[in-house]
């Protein structure tokens, strides 16, 4: 059985492991991409329930912002972050990760300069939103 998918990581974010790719690069018709990142409260007065809803929302809007004012081509997309709440404490790391996928119809190979300046600008408006909440790592470490 040949493989039809394809995988790229991107390894130049120095929170957030950052990786998107295709089920089959011969008939693309959708894209996926993958951030993923460690985050850890800063202070105790955070609210674990808040928090989660309100970067769910930011990611949405960041994508959303990006995708229908940044390259005007109108993509269709999903966007689903995964973040618990119950394990947000003040010094403790909670696994975040956000999965975009995109309806296109263009090539795959054609499509990765969008790709990489999406996640490039949804990460930087993350982190510059809650720059005084949270801390991001790429790793659990």
Do not use: C
Not at 28 to 43: F, R
Request: proline share 1%; no cysteine.
């Amino acid at each position: 059985m040949h493989k039809k998918g394809k995988t790229v990581q991107l390894n130049n974010f120095n929170n957030h492991k950052v990786k998107y790719g295709t089920i089959d690069v011969t008939d693309n018709k959708s894209v996926y991409l993958n951030l993923s990142t460690w985050i850890t409260p800063k202070n105790a007065n955070t609210q674990p329930n808040q928090l989660v809803s309100a970067i769910n929302k930011r990611v949405r809007t960041h994508v959303h912002t990006y995708l229908n004012g940044v390259t005007n081509h109108g993509f269709k997309y999903i966007v689903d972050t995964d973040l618990r709440s119950s394990g947000i404490r003040t010094g403790k790391k909670s696994f975040m990760s956000s999965d975009i996928t995109l309806y296109v119809n263009t090539r795959f190979d054609n499509i990765s300069d969008y790709i990489e300046r999406m996640s490039e600008y949804v990460i930087t408006n993350i982190e510059t939103d809650y720059a005084q909440l949270l801390e991001f790592s790429k790793n659990k470490k």
